[in-house]
């Protein structure tokens, strides 16, 4: 190759190089460590966006993962409007869980660690410099971010986006509480909390094993795990989504309604929408959200 034709070449790679390295990634699975597992997050940057722009965190639901329908509907849908993402895949103490929790799988997990893996994910946004976070939860997910948030008045957090999020009554759940629960309590306050109960139903598993801090954890007498009830305890602003056609989270409107004041807590209403939001059910549900962040 002639001297002149290597110099071009040079300054072309040279210029791709310095191009590659001065933009950020669209896509990329980030991997933690976390209590001695590998946790993963889908990271979706938004075209000419930095993290410093703002970023959405996202939280799925019961057993489920960050890619499953909704969330990667939302995350494609938000990168469309010029909003990036995080949708983290909660561990349940599974090393590199990437896939729906197997139910053969026995059960270590709280309904509380959650909130632990929220602000892992949370703090490594920070400390990439990430500003005007919104926090997103999906069912119970979104609980679980409702909750973290109570504890964590973190000024970067700008707002809370709750999708179909869980619903809890004391009555209802006094009615339903399992049976093995009474005992797992009892090994709880003996100090056996990881010992474990088998051959019951679980959450939505069937004739699976548990452990009894884990039966506690997801059965036990909490209003906090009524949703509706920690949203005065907010200091954000929170808009909260339902569909009108959800047949799982059922009494949703009626116990938010009353909460709403339209500037700190604010309920939409999705027509035709169950619990997922499909299609055009979740376009809605960003198009909304995309106007209030950029409206705030």
């Not at 699975?29 to 990271?43: F, M, R, W």
């Not at 938000?78 to 090393?95: M, V």
């Not at 509706?228 to 009494?251: C, H, M, Q, R, Y």
Request: glycine fraction near 6%.
């Amino acid at each position: 190759m002639q001297p002149r034709m290597m110099e071009k070449f040079g300054l072309a790679f040279f210029c791709m190089f310095a191009w590659a390295a001065s933009t950020p990634l669209f896509a990329e699975d980030v991997v933690l460590k976390h209590k001695g597992i590998q946790v993963s997050a889908n990271l979706e940057m938004a075209a000419g966006k930095k993290l410093s722009d703002g970023v959405i965190l996202m939280t799925h639901g019961t057993l489920a993962h960050n890619r499953m329908e909704i969330m990667s509907t939302l995350q494609e849908m938000f990168k469309e409007y010029g909003q990036s993402t995080l949708a983290i895949n909660l561990g349940y103490g599974i090393d590199n869980r990437l896939e729906m929790y197997d139910c053969n799988t026995t059960h270590r997990h709280l309904h509380t660690d959650a909130l632990d893996e929220i602000a892992l994910w949370f703090n490594w946004l920070k400390k990439k410099g990430a500003r005007n976070i919104v926090l997103l939860g999906h069912s119970r997910g979104g609980n679980q971010t409702a909750w973290y948030v109570t504890e964590h008045d973190d000024p970067l957090i700008k707002k809370v986006v709750l999708v179909a999020p869980m619903t809890w009554d004391r009555r209802d759940a006094e009615k339903k509480q399992k049976a093995f629960y009474e005992k797992a309590s009892k090994m709880v306050r003996q100090g056996n909390g990881e010992g474990l109960i088998k051959n019951i139903d679980f959450i939505y598993c069937k004739d699976t094993s548990a452990s009894a801090d884990s039966i506690v954890s997801y059965y036990k007498l909490e209003d906090r795990l009524d949703t509706p009830s920690l949203l005065k305890k907010i200091n954000k602003p929170v808009l909260v989504f339902a569909g009108s056609e959800d047949t799982t989270i059922k009494n949703l409107v009626e116990k938010v309604r009353p909460l709403v004041d339209g500037k700190k807590i604010k309920l939409f209403t999705i027509d035709g929408a169950d619990h997922y939001f499909r299609d055009l059910n979740a376009e809605e549900i960003v198009e909304i959200v995309v106007s209030e962040i950029e409206n705030q």
